[in-house]
């Protein structure tokens, strides 16, 4: 065994003595950089992984669950300012039912399940009230912490006070809530409004503005309103007509960028849109009569009624006294008789109709009245600017001609004389000078993936390079070996009967340079004997 191991450490130094020092300084690197490997695998694989237990909880909570952990033996951390607690991963799920049938946390405070265990027929109405209003704001405050960025919440009620006495107007409960937030968390006004109107419909008698709601830093959180309800404020209606102008513009010179990028190409073309958009919203009435035929500027006949009337006969005869009877008025002339006479009457009543409109018009909330596009196109070759042709630059005038005839009010565009559509357009060809040149940037795999396979590849190329070379190594000197027992012959002067010297001097060297093999073989010629 001895001598094995003289051998392995002859073998090894001389090997070691035999690298260069490129290659000892690679094979000290993987070797330490396997044993780092190895040690961090075996770190990570013995680590105990701890996750939250419970969260948001309260410093009593947090001493109570504390202190059961360290009676049974379990490890446990405390996180987040003493709310959180953390046990190991495989052990939260027992824990939690554990805990759960054993009633912790117990934090003394009111509930809906103090009814069921303290109510009893001593109970004042006062105590009774009392324990409503505890147990309802105790529920709010669990609400109120299931909301994203609350850690806790504190919850004062005033209820009002039954009276005996009539009164027009009804009494109002009150509610003041103090937030915990998570750090650098702020809650955003759906969130403001969703918590007051959770409060008011938990509360009776309980309405929005009665509600009292602040942070730990004493900011209030207050009930905006809604601009869709109740109106605008002034920056509001800025913030509106400025969004839809921008929309407007964007999405004009986005239409204009992609169809021009399409022919030129994405690089070659710059557009601008600027407009003049009008606000005024317009709510009108209208009650229209208008004829049917407007032609004859005539009605549709809805009934038709004509009388005729013919006489033919004497007149009658002369007689009587002018203005002689009693009831005749005086002076009035008798009657003169004449000859035969004809009567003939037509009467004709046509009622006409018309048609009676009633509009309720809402105009738009907006009316583009004006557009200015500026593009600027760069020729194929920019340093020859011929080398877009000018008919080009004319289809492009088409194009943009047509998009602002589409995009401005029929009623503005009516009022426009020949030129006016051109002068709203402009159209350059020049060069790009200030064009960025960006670099291309590599997407797809991280680079610690192939760092990592790089390094891999490196170690399992060291260890096949240093492995081939101790084997070439190892054949050199069985060559080497051979081919001095090939040359070593008798020396000159001994006789031909000789041969027994020439196996000494074998068994010697032999001896000298590899006893393992010398010892080897003396066993076996011991054995043989």
Do not use: C
Request: no cysteine.
């Amino acid at each position: 065994m001895n001598e094995k191991l003289i051998h392995y450490r002859d073998k090894t130094t001389e090997f070691w003595q035999s690298r260069t020092t490129n290659q000892k300084g690679l094979l000290v690197g993987s070797i330490v950089l396997v044993l780092l490997l190895f040690l961090s695998f075996v770190w990570f694989g013995a680590r105990t992984n701890h996750v939250p237990l419970y969260t948001n909880l309260t410093p009593q909570e947090t001493g109570e669950i504390k202190g059961t952990l360290d009676n049974r033996g379990i490890s446990s951390e405390i996180t987040n300012d003493g709310t959180t607690i953390l046990v190991p991963e495989t052990m939260v799920d027992d824990l939690k039912v554990d805990l759960a049938a054993e009633g912790i946390p117990q934090s003394g405070r009111i509930d809906y399940g103090t009814f069921r265990d303290n109510m009893g027929f001593g109970t004042t109405d006062n105590e009774f009230s009392l324990l409503e209003r505890a147990a309802l704001q105790t529920t709010l405050e669990d609400l109120i912490r299931n909301v994203d960025g609350v850690q806790s919440s504190q919850v004062m009620i005033t209820l009002p006070e039954e009276s005996i006495w009539l009164s027009d107007e009804p009494e109002q409960a009150t509610a003041s809530v103090l937030l915990n937030l998570q750090p650098g968390y702020n809650l955003d006004q759906g969130q403001i409004r969703a918590l007051h109107h959770l409060v008011s419909k938990s509360v009776p008698d309980l309405p929005v503005e009665n509600i009292v709601i602040m942070d730990q830093m004493s900011n209030y959180l207050e009930l905006h309103d809604d601009p869709s309800m109740v109106g605008d404020t002034t920056l509001s209606v800025y913030e509106q007509h400025r969004k839809i102008q921008q929309d407007v513009e964007r999405d004009i010179q986005r239409q204009i960028q992609q169809m021009l990028g399409t022919m030129m190409g994405p690089d070659k073309v710059l557009v601008s849109v600027s407009t003049d958009i009008d606000f005024t919203q317009e709510n009108r009435q209208e009650q229209l009569v208008t004829p049917v035929d407007e032609e004859n500027m005539e009605g549709i006949s809805v009934s038709v009624e004509r009388i005729t009337e013919t006489y033919t006969g004497d007149e009658v005869a002369e007689g009587g006294v002018p203005g002689a009877g009693e009831t005749d008025i005086p002076g009035y002339p008798g009657v003169v008789g004449g000859g035969s006479g004809d009567y003939e009457l037509i009467e004709e009543r046509i009622n006409n109709d018309v048609n009676r409109i009633q509009r309720d018009i809402v105009e738009s909330p907006y009316k583009v009245r004006d557009i200015g596009i500026q593009v600027m196109v760069e020729p194929p070759d920019p340093e020859d600017p011929n080398s877009l042709p000018p008919n080009r630059l004319d289809d492009i005038q088409q194009i943009l001609g047509q998009i602002v005839r589409t995009s401005i009010d029929t009623d503005v565009t009516a009022e426009w004389g020949a030129n006016e559509l051109e002068e709203r357009i402009y159209v350059s060809s020049q060069p790009f000078y200030g064009k960025v040149e960006f670099d291309d940037i590599a997407s797809g795999t991280p680079w610690w993936y192939y760092a990592l396979g790089g390094l891999s590849l490196l170690v399992i190329l060291l260890l096949f390079l240093l492995f081939r070379n101790k084997r070439k190594s190892d054949e050199d000197e069985e060559v080497v070996e051979s081919e001095q027992t090939m040359i070593d012959i008798p020396d000159i002067g001994d006789d031909v009967d000789s041969e027994e010297k020439a196996r000494r001097r074998q068994l010697e060297k032999l001896a000298k340079e590899k006893p393992e093999e010398f010892s080897k073989l003396v066993r076996t010629w011991l054995s043989e004997d």
